[in-house]
C-alpha cells in the first residue's frame, strides 16, 4: 500500500467496487436510534472501529472492536489497510457533517461506502431552541481556535457551535464580553437525545453554569448594541483595530487593495512583507475558506500579525518567519499574492510570478521611487493595470482643520494569463 497522506487523494487501485465500509452515525440512544438497515449493517461487519464512547452506545457488538487510536490519524490508515473486508466504523450524529465520513472518504471512493447518518449536533440544537437551520451560522469549535467565532458575531446573529470540551461554554462567554456583546444569550446543550440530555441558558454577561459536560454544544444568540465590536462584511478595516508599529496598509488603500486581489471563496493568498497582516487578515475574512500565509522577515512583526489576526477571527492566516525569495519553496502554489514589502528586489517578483497560478492574481504597492520604477519595467513587460493613490485625511491644525496627506501609493495589479 502506498504511504498514508491526510491530503491524498482517494485511492484508486483496483479491484473493490463494490461498498464494504460502512460508516453510522449514532446518537445518545445508542441502537435504540439505528435504522433496521443500519442494524443490519453493524451487525454484517467483521470489525467495527469507534470511540470508546461509540463503542459502548452501540452495545451489545457480535464483531471485533477497534477503539480509534492516538493520533486520530492513525485510524485511517487502519481503515484503509482493511480494504475490500466488511468493517464498520462509528461516528456521532451525521458523519459527514464535520465529521470523519468526509475525512474518510478523501482516501476511499464514494462508491466503497454506505452510510446511515443520524442527526447532526446542528440539527438536534436548533430543534431544542426552535431555530431555522438554514438562518443558522454553523461552527465547528472542535480542535480548533475558539477566536473562529469572531466574524460570526453579528447583529441579531443565531449561532450553533460545536464545543471542544466543558470548558468552551465559558470561554464564549468571556469573548463576547470582552466584545460588549454581553447581553447575547448562551444556551448550553449537552447530550442531546439521550437520558443525560440537559439544557440551561445564561447571558454572556452573567455566565455561570458549571459542571458543563465534555459533549455540548453552545447556542448563541446574538444581542448587539452600538459599541460592540464587530466585525464589517466589508474591507478597510479601522486602522485602529491593528496594533502596528507604523508597517500598515491603510484602511482606503486596504479596501482597494483587496477590491483587485478580487478573494473567491477557498482560495490562497501570499501576503509577501506581511508586517500587521492587515492584508492577510481581510483576505480570510471575506470567506470561512479562504486561507493565507503571510511571510514576514521580522520576529516582533510577526508575533503582532499573529496577535490581529487572533483578535479579528482570521483563523486561516498562517504566518511565517522569513526572507522571501527563500521562504516560499516549500509553500503550496497560490491564488494570488500581494506584495506590500521588499517588492524593490527583482528576486521577489520572480519567485512569486512563477509560483503563481495561470489566472492568479499578482498586486505591488509602491511607496518608493525605486519600487515604482521597477513595477514600470514590469508593467511595460506583462500588461497590467497600474494606478497611483493619492490619500489625505482631515487632521487638526492648531484650533482649526486641514488636509494631511499620506505618502502616495504607486499600484501594479496583473493577472497571470
Keep these: 500500500m502506498s504511504s498514508f497522506s491526510p491530503n491524498s487523494e482517494p485511492e484508486s487501485s483496483a479491484p473493490p467496487r ?102 447532526s449536533a446542528f440539527s438536534l440544537a436548533a430543534a431544542r ?13 472542535h480542535g480548533r481556535a475558539i477566536e473562529r467565532i469572531v466574524p460570526y458575531l453579528q447583529p441579531d446573529a443565531r449561532i450553533i457551535a460545536l464545543s471542544w470540551d466543558g470548558t468552551t ?13 454581553g447581553t447575547s444569550t448562551i444556551t448550553v446543550l449537552e447530550a442531546m437525545g439521550g437520558s443525560r440530555e440537559r439544557i ?28 460592540a465590536r464587530m466585525i464589517s462584511l466589508a474591507p478597510g478595516l ?12 491603510k484602511a482606503e488603500i486596504r479596501a482597494l487593495t483587496l477590491a483587485v486581489l478580487a478573494p473567491r471563496a477557498g482560495e490562497l493568498l501570499w501576503d509577501i512583507g506581511a508586517g500587521a497582516g492587515s492584508v492577510g ?62 517588492a524593490s528586489e527583482p528576486r521577489v517578483f520572480d519567485a512569486t510570478w512563477t509560483a503563481l497560478k495561470p489566472g492568479g492574481r499578482l498586486v505591488i504597492n509602491a511607496v518608493t521611487l525605486e519600487t515604482e520604477t521597477l513595477l514600470g519595467t514590469l508593467h511595460a513587460r506583462h500588461g497590467g493595470l497600474m494606478r497611483r493613490l493619492a490619500l489625505s485625511r482631515l487632521d487638526h491644525i492648531g484650533s482649526m482643520h486641514g488636509w494631511r496627506a499620506a505618502m502616495p501609493v504607486t499600484q501594479w495589479a496583473v493577472t497571470k494569463q
Design 129 to 141: 431552541m426552535g431555530w431555522s437551520l438554514p438562518d443558522c451560522d454553523c461552527v465547528s469549535l
Design 169 to 181: 461554554p465559558g470561554k464564549l462567554a468571556e469573548l463576547l464580553k470582552a466584545r460588549g456583546l
Design 281 to 342: 487578515i481581510e483576505w480570510c475574512l471575506r470567506h470561512p475558506r479562504n486561507r493565507c500565509i503571510g511571510i514576514e522577515e521580522h520576529a516582533e512583526r510577526a508575533e503582532r500579525a499573529r496577535r490581529n489576526a487572533a483578535e479579528l477571527g482570521a483563523t486561516t492566516l498562517d504566518i511565517r518567519l522569513g526572507r522571501v525569495p527563500e521562504a516560499l519553496s516549500d509553500l503550496p502554489s497560490p491564488d494570488a499574492v500581494f506584495i506590500g514589502g521588499g
Design 238 to 249: 479601522p486602522d485602529t483595530w491593528f496594533e502596528n508599529d507604523g508597517q500598515l496598509t
Design 18 to 119: 463494490c461498498p464494504w465500509l460502512t460508516i453510522i452515525g449514532i446518537g445518545e440512544d445508542g441502537r435504540a436510534g439505528l435504522s433496521a438497515a443500519a442494524l443490519a449493517a453493524l451487525d454484517a461487519a467483521e470489525l467495527v472501529i469507534g470511540g470508546t464512547r461509540h463503542l459502548d452506545l452501540a452495545a451489545p457488538l457480535f464483531a471485533r472492536t477497534l477503539a480509534w487510536p492516538s493520533p486520530f490519524s492513525d485510524g485511517y490508515k487502519m481503515v484503509l489497510e482493511r480494504r475490500g473486508q466488511p468493517t464498520c466504523v462509528l461516528a456521532t450524529g451525521d458523519p459527514f457533517h464535520y465529521g470523519i465520513g468526509a475525512e474518510l472518504a478523501r482516501h476511499i471512493p464514494a462508491g466503497e461506502i454506505i452510510s446511515f447518518p443520524q442527526p
Design 200 to 227: 440551561r441558558s445564561k447571558a454572556a454577561a452573567e455566565f455561570d453554569i458549571a459542571e458543563i459536560a465534555p459533549l455540548n454544544s453552545v447556542a448563541i444568540e446574538i444581542a448587539a448594541v452600538d459599541d
